[in-house]
């Protein structure tokens, strides 16, 4: 019973499949961005570094010009101006100011009086003024970031950015004042600007100088799954196909293996959602019942009440049959154990197959059990199975085993095996249990005589009978007229029932 299906390319598979797809390359395009911001990040530091370091060139510069009080433009001022220079390659110039205009520069040297206005547009706590004006004489087109300190003026090279730019050109570069008040460069990126998607999704990262009044801010225009080449896009997108076909391919087996018959019944025994049921044992004569026979019970969502018949050989094949016969055991002594230490002649029967049989710690662990609840080990019945296909030897050698711990063994299905004589002879039994197939067909003749002659072993044997299957009045009446002290079990009497029903019934009949 599985409910494997083949693996159909139809709408809903092709569905599930660009769901798939579509949630991998999402996931792709949060990743690539989380990767790109963790660039950006490294990347930033980097210009922030730099940028110190430019700034203590700017510093240094300004301050050497202070010191060695430069205040008027000669030639040798203008020369000492240039062996200051020289020292800094991120500064392009250094010079002095007089009442807001530059008079003299390393590089231009004396100045006309026209040229070199500046503009005080934002000054430091310790004295440095950042020059505002538009007014480039260096370059119209190429902005130079000067900075002023007492006399002293210096240039920050326009190419002093231009490496660390080249490393990643799509980013936004803007190096201000903590506060921006003033910006000494900005760099804009290849996706500047860039419309819709690239702007609404820029990754922004801005990171501050703890010994300068610097600070970097980068923005990403493009990012994620966007901002990769076409050849890269198709090759995330194929890839992201590829996993979503097998994720969908994997969900689709895993689902229907976790509906399959194997799957369910392993389940459920694990959860412990298996359950017994007990079928009363009745003393023909009186119709008193003398005990009950333990049935192991399933019931599943998916595949409803199911035989155990059918699911204890499944259960064998798939391991877990082990877990079974020890729940019964333990389920059984839970339940029953209150009922039968208040009536010792109370007996109930186990079913076991060949596991219980080859393991030799069932009879100990049962026996451990029975300690535990204060239950006599002859209130409990072993039932062998007749159609049990283990040599008779290792059934004799467990049956004497449990006889000798006090269990009782019944031969269950008396009649359907193939050696029936050879089992009354070399297996040691207290009960013989015949098969409904003999009960139902009494109407045949064969089938009475064999009953007759069966009945006559049995009771010169000196064993139990127990008629299994017992269904109508008809088959009652024939039966005690045959023999009297025999007990029955049938559907005439009772069908199996859970705990709550047999107590109830067992008290009820305590009171008749
Ligand atoms: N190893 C284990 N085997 C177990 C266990 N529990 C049950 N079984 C075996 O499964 C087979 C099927 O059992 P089930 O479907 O529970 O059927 C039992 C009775 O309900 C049924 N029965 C009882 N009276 C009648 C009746 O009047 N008519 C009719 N048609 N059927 C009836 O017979 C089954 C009990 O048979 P038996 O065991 O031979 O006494 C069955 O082989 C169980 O043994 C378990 O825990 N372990």
Redesign the pocket.
Same mark, same amino acid.
């Given at each position: 019973m599985n409910l494997h299906n083949k693996f159909k390319l139809n709408t809903p598979t092709l569905f599930r499949m660009l769901v798939a797809t579509t949630i991998l390359v999402l996931i792709a395009n949060y990743t690539i961005i989380k990767f790109q911001a963790r660039e950006q990040i490294a990347y930033i530091k980097q210009i922030l570094r730099h940028s110190e370091s430019v700034s203590t060139q700017i510093h240094e510069s300004l301050n050497r010009v202070v010191e060695a009080n430069i205040n008027n433009c000669n030639d040798s001022n203008i020369n000492r101006l240039r062996e200051i220079l020289l020292d800094y390659q991120d500064v392009i110039d250094v010079g002095i100011t007089h009442k807001g205009k530059v008079i003299c520069t390393a590089g231009w040297g004396l100045f006309d009086k026209s040229r070199g206005y500046v503009k005080e547009e934002y000054s430091t706590s310790d004295g440095y003024i950042f020059d505002g004006s538009d007014n480039n004489f260096h370059n119209k087109k190429i902005h130079v970031d000067a900075t002023i300190y007492k006399t002293a003026i210096a240039f920050t090279s326009p190419f002093a950015f231009k490496k660390i730019k080249e490393m990643y050109p799509q980013f936004d570069v803007v190096i201000s004042t903590h506060k921006g008040r003033h910006d000494f460069l900005i760099l804009p990126g290849t996706h500047h600007g860039g419309a819709g998607f690239a702007v609404n999704n820029a990754v922004h990262a801005k990171i501050c100088s703890k010994t300068f009044d610097l600070c970097v801010l980068t923005r990403n225009g493009m990012v994620g799954f966007l901002s990769l080449d076409p050849l890269h896009q198709a090759l995330v997108v194929l890839i992201c196909l590829l996993l979503g076909v097998f994720l969908s391919w994997f969900a689709y087996f895993y689902l229907n293996s976790r509906k399959s018959f194997e799957y369910r019944l392993k389940k459920a025994v694990q959860d412990e959602q298996l359950y017994l049921e007990y079928?009363p044992v009745v003393r023909m004569n009186d119709e008193k019942i003398v005990g009950v026979? =333990?049935? %192991?019970r399933w019931q599943d969502k998916l595949y409803g009440k199911v /035989?155990? &018949?059918l699911f %204890?050989d499944v259960a064998e094949k798939i391991g877990v049959y082990g877990q079974i016969s020890e729940f +019964?055991i333990k389920r059984l002594t839970e339940e029953l154990s209150h009922y039968l230490t208040r009536n010792s002649s109370f007996t109930v029967s186990i079913? %076991? #197959?060949g596991y219980e049989i080859e393991h030799c710690n069932y009879i100990n662990y049962l026996y451990e059990q029975c300690i535990q609840y204060r239950i006599k080990p002859s209130q409990i019945k072993i &039932?062998i =199975?007749e159609r049990s296909t283990l040599p008779h030897d290792v059934i004799a050698d467990f049956s004497r085993r449990a006889r000798a711990k006090g269990f009782c063994v019944s031969i @269950? @299905?008396f009649g359907t095996g193939t050696a029936n004589l050879i089992w009354l002879t070399e297996i040691d039994f207290d009960e013989i !249990?015949i098969d !409904?197939f003999y009960v139902k067909g009494l109407q045949e003749e064969y089938k009475r005589n064999i009953l007759t002659c069966i009945s006559g072993l049995v009771i010169g044997i000196g064993a139990q009978i127990v008629f299994? #299957? +017992? &269904?109508d009045i008809v088959e009652l009446n024939y039966l005690k007229g045959h023999n009297e002290n025999a007990y029955a079990? #049938?559907?005439f009497f009772y069908k /199996?029932m859970n705990i709550d029903e047999l107590c109830q019934k067992l008290n009820a009949a305590s009171h008749d």
């Open positions: 079928q026979e =333990t049935l %192991i /035989s155990p &018949e %204890i +019964v079913n %076991i #197959g &039932e =199975t @269950d @299905d !249990k !409904k299994e #299957g +017992v &269904e079990q #049938g559907w /199996s």
